[in-house]
T-cell receptor, first 114, second 112 residues
Framework: DAMVIQNPRYQVTQFGKPVTLSCSQTLNHNVMYWYQQKSSQAPKLLFHYYDKDFNNEADTPDNFQSRRPNTSFCFLDIRSPGLGDAAMYLC?????????????FGPGTRLLVL | KNQVEQSPQSLIILEGKNCTLQCNYTVSPFSNLRWYKQDTGRGPVSLTIMTFSENTKSNGRYTATLDADTKQSSLHITASQLSDSASYICVVSADNNNDMRFGAGTRLTVKP
C-alpha cells in the first residue's frame, strides 16, 4: 500500500511555465520534505515542514515555493522553471524528530523542462 | 563541501558474490547514520539506522557497521541477487536530526 504518493510520476513543462508537483501521505506524519535529485547526485533538501512550520534551506532558490494545506498534502511550486531545474523531485515524510524515526520517501516526480 | 563521502562510486559484481560499500563522514555532532537503497526511478527505501552506541545492524542480507570514532560506516551485502542492483545512499544526521547530509551514493550492478 502506497504510503507516500507523488503525482504525477513524470511531468513535462516549458521553460518559464509554472508547474506544481504534489505529494500526499497516509502515515499522518508531522514532517514532510521536498528534495531535488539530479542524475548520479545525492538528494538535495529544498525545504521541510514540521506540522505547519516551514523551514527553507538557505540555498533554495526563490523560484521554489511550497504549500502544506493540511497534514496529508504538500505541494512544490516552481514559478519559472529553467532548464537547470530538470531533475527528480522526491517527497519524504517522517513521524517526528526522534533519532530512530525513519524517513519514508515517495517514488518521485521526474521533471523535464523543454 | 559534502560531509558524507561514499566509495566506490559504482561497483559491478556477479550474482551470488558479496560486496562492501563504504561511507565516511565529517558531520558533527553525530546523531545517526542511515543506509538507503534507491532503485532506478524510485524513491529511497530505508535499510538500516544506527545511533552512536550501535556498531552493527542487520536487515536480511544487508549488514551495516559503524565506527563513530573513525567516522566510518560500511554496508555489506551477502550473496547478492539481481534485485540488489540499485544505488545505496548513506545519510548522516547531525544532533538536531533535521540536518541530514546525503552521500552521492554507490551505484551497484549485479550481473548474472
Amino acid at each position: 500500500d502506497a504510503m507516500v504518493i507523488q503525482n504525477p510520476r513524470y511531468q513535462v513543462t516549458q521553460f518559464g511555465k509554472p508547474v506544481t508537483l504534489s505529494c500526499s501521505q497516509t502515515l499522518n506524519h508531522n514532517v514532510m520534505y521536498w528534495y531535488q535529485q539530479k542524475s548520479s547526485q545525492a538528494p538535495k533538501l529544498l525545504f521541510h515542514y514540521y506540522d505547519k512550520d516551514f523551514n527553507n534551506e538557505a540555498d533554495t532558490p526563490d523560484n521554489f515555493q511550497s504549500r502544506r494545506p493540511n497534514t496529508s498534502f504538500c505541494f512544490l511550486d516552481i514559478r519559472s522553471p529553467g532548464l537547470g531545474d530538470a531533475a527528480m523531485y522526491l517527497c519524504a515524510t517522517r513521524r517526528g524528530p526522534g533519532v530512530q524515526e525513519t524517513q519514508y520517501f515517495g517514488p518521485g516526480t521526474r521533471l523535464l523542462v523543454l | 563541501k559534502n560531509q558524507v563521502e561514499q566509495s566506490p562510486q559504482s561497483l559491478i559484481i556477479l550474482e551470488g558474490k558479496n560486496c562492501t560499500l563504504q561511507c565516511n563522514y565529517t558531520v558533527s555532532p553525530f546523531s545517526n547514520l542511515r543506509w538507503y537503497k534507491q532503485d532506478t526511478g524510485r524513491g529511497p527505501v530505508s535499510l538500516t539506522i544506527m545511533t552512536f552506541s550501535e556498531n552493527t545492524k542487520s536487515n536480511g542480507r544487508y549488514t551495516a557497521t559503524l565506527d563513530a570514532d573513525t567516522k566510518q560506516s560500511s554496508l555489506h551485502i551477502t550473496a547478492s541477487q539481481l534485485s540488489d542492483s540499485a544505488s545505496y545512499i548513506c545519510v548522516v544526521s547531525a544532533d538536531n536530526n533535521n540536518d541530514m547530509r546525503f552521500g552521492a551514493g554507490t551505484r551497484l550492478t549485479v550481473k548474472p
